[in-house]
Antibody
C-alpha cells in the first residue's frame, strides 16, 4: 500500500527554523516526484515545488523560490520542506504529494498534512 | 487571485447534476493536462480526475472531466449529500509552476 506519512504539527515563533518531513512507503521512492502544497487557513491550494528523490532534481514555484528549501533522502525514503526563518504568514497546512512528473498535477497519493503555526 | 478561475460556489438538489468550470489560458489549461480534486473539511484533497478526463481507481463514474481549449469542466451526476465539499482544478503553467483554481464550494440542497 502506497503511503505518505508526514511529521506532526508544529508551533513555532517568528524567526525560528523548521524542517518537516514526508516518509514514503509501499513503492519505489526514487521513481516518483514528491511535491509540496500549501493551504493557508480557509484558503485554496498552492503548489510550492517538487523534488525527484532519485537525483534530487528540485523545482520551485516562483512564488516560493528562496522562501523554502525542498530536499530528500532516498536512503530513508523521506522528503523534507524547510524554512530558515519562519514568518507568521507561513502558518498553514502543508501537504506532500506523489506526482508522476512536475507537469502532471493529477496525484492520487497525498500525505495527511502537517499543520504549522507560527505565532509570537 | 488564482491563475485559474472557478465559481466560488455551486448548488443543486440531491440526485441532480452539477458542473464546475475552470477557466485558464494558453499558458496553462490550453497546453497541459487538468486534474480535479475534492476536499472534504479537515481532510487532504482527493483526486477525482486526472489528465483531463481519466478517473483513478475507486472514483465512481458519477464524476467526469472534460477540457475544451482553455477551459475545463467537472461534472457530477446523481448528487449525494456526501458530495458537499470544496472542489479544485489544477494544471501546469508556463511560469514553471503548477497552479490551482481558487476552489468551488458545492452545496447539496
Amino acid at each position: 500500500e502506497v503511503q505518505l506519512v508526514q511529521s506532526g504539527a508544529e508551533v513555532k515563533k517568528p524567526g525560528e527554523s523548521l524542517k518537516i518531513s514526508c516518509k514514503g512507503s509501499g513503492y519505489s521512492f526514487p521513481s516518483y516526484w514528491i511535491g509540496w502544497v500549501r493551504q493557508m487557513p480557509g484558503k485554496g491550494l498552492e503548489w510550492m515545488g517538487i523534488i525527484s528523490p532519485g537525483d534530487s532534481d528540485t523545482r520551485y514555484s516562483p512564488s516560493f523560490q528562496g522562501q523554502v528549501t525542498i530536499s530528500a533522502d532516498k536512503s530513508i525514503t523521506t522528503a523534507y520542506l524547510q524554512w530558515s526563518s519562519l514568518k507568521a504568514s507561513d502558518t498553514a497546512m502543508y501537504y506532500c504529494v506523489r506526482q508522476r512528473s512536475p507537469t502532471l498535477v493529477g496525484a492520487i497519493y497525498w500525505g495527511q498534512g502537517t499543520l504549522v503555526t507560527v505565532s509570537s | 487571485q488564482s491563475v485559474l478561475t472557478q465559481p466560488p460556489s455551486v448548488s443543486a438538489a440531491p440526485g441532480q447534476k452539477v458542473t464546475i468550470s475552470c477557466s485558464g489560458s494558453s499558458s496553462n489549461i490550453g497546453n497541459n493536462y487538468v486534474a480535479w480534486y475534492q476536499q472534504l473539511p479537515g481532510t487532504a484533497p482527493k483526486l477525482l480526475i486526472y489528465d483531463n478526463d481519466k478517473r483513478p481507481p475507486g472514483i465512481p463514474d458519477r464524476f467526469s472531466g472534460s477540457k475544451s481549449g482553455t477551459s475545463a469542466t467537472l461534472g457530477i451526476t446523481g448528487l449525494q449529500s456526501g458530495d458537499e465539499a470544496d472542489y479544485y482544478c489544477g494544471t501546469w503553467d508556463s511560469s514553471l509552476s503548477a497552479v490551482f483554481g481558487g476552489g468551488t464550494k458545492l452545496t447539496v440542497l
